[in-house]
């Protein structure tokens, strides 16, 4: 073996990394006295309609930041901006995920203390942002009924690393003939002691529970 071999150990210098600045990120919400959510889905699946029903519940009792990543456009952050919210949008171009970095970067200029509540909408997939931690007190993965039954199977890990999972746009479950019952099954067989909540984004239904859960 050659002695110019290099060995990099790419979960320390990536992940590492990673860690340092999300562990900075968590001390600064800490300080400045905000709750963070980071909330993950595949595209579609209605990250941002929650975040608007969740906003419509919870804007008059507390200040609220909405940070969304999207690879482009600002339409998240206008959509949540709508409800009267202060949005910083992230376009991350070709990265599948938020990072700690990013977020650090996109709250730069931002006086924080004004806030009480941060809800981070990562980039649309249930792959990648599983890996990286952002600092915040809570990961929320949303699955729809609308994305088929294998959903939860097909992401154990990202499942596993999250605080609560949120089944979304249960208006529509009888309508496709959805299984409610299984995918929760599903969700216990990875995690048998994570919260899951069903929800209407759309119609408000469970919406309540939710607020109630979330501890606000
Ligand atoms: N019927 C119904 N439609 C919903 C519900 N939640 C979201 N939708 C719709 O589903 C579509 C996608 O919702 P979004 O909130 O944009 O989904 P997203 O996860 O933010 O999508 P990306 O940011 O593109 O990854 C929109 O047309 C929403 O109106 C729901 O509970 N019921
Ligand atoms: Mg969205």
Redesign the pocket.
């Known amino acids: 073996m050659t002695d110019r071999t290099i060995m990099i150990d790419i979960g320390k210098d990536l992940f590492g990394a990673n860690e340092e600045a999300a562990a900075h990120n968590a001390e600064l919400f800490r300080q400045s006295g905000i709750r963070a959510i980071d909330i993950m889905?595949?595209?579609?699946?209605?990250?941002?309609?929650?975040i608007e029903a969740l906003c419509e519940k919870l804007r008059d009792k507390y200040r609220i930041l909405m940070v969304a990543g999207?690879l482009a456009t600002t339409i998240?952050a206008d959509r949540v901006a709508s409800h009267g919210v202060d949005t910083v949008q992230i376009n991350t171009g070709t990265a599948c995920h938020l990072d700690a970095r990013m977020i650090q970067v996109a709250l730069k200029d931002i006086e924080l203390s004004q806030y009480q509540l941060i809800f981070i909408?990562n980039v649309?997939n249930l792959i990648c942002p599983a890996g990286y931690s952002l600092g915040v007190d809570k990961k929320i993965v949303?699955v729809?009924v609308t994305e088929g039954p294998y959903m939860v199977k097909k992401h154990p890990l990202t499942i596993k690393r999250a605080d609560m999972v949120v089944i979304?746009?249960?208006?529509?479950a009888d309508a496709i003939g959805f299984d409610m019952g299984a995918l929760e099954t599903d969700v216990r067989e990875v995690d048998a002691k994570i919260p899951v909540y069903r929800?209407?984004?759309?119609?408000g239904e469970g919406i309540d529970t939710l607020v109630e859960a979330l501890d606000f």
């Open positions: 889905g595949s595209v579609g699946t209605g990250k941002t309609q929650l999207d998240d909408e649309g949303v729809s979304n746009k249960i208006d529509l929800v209407s984004s759309k119609t």
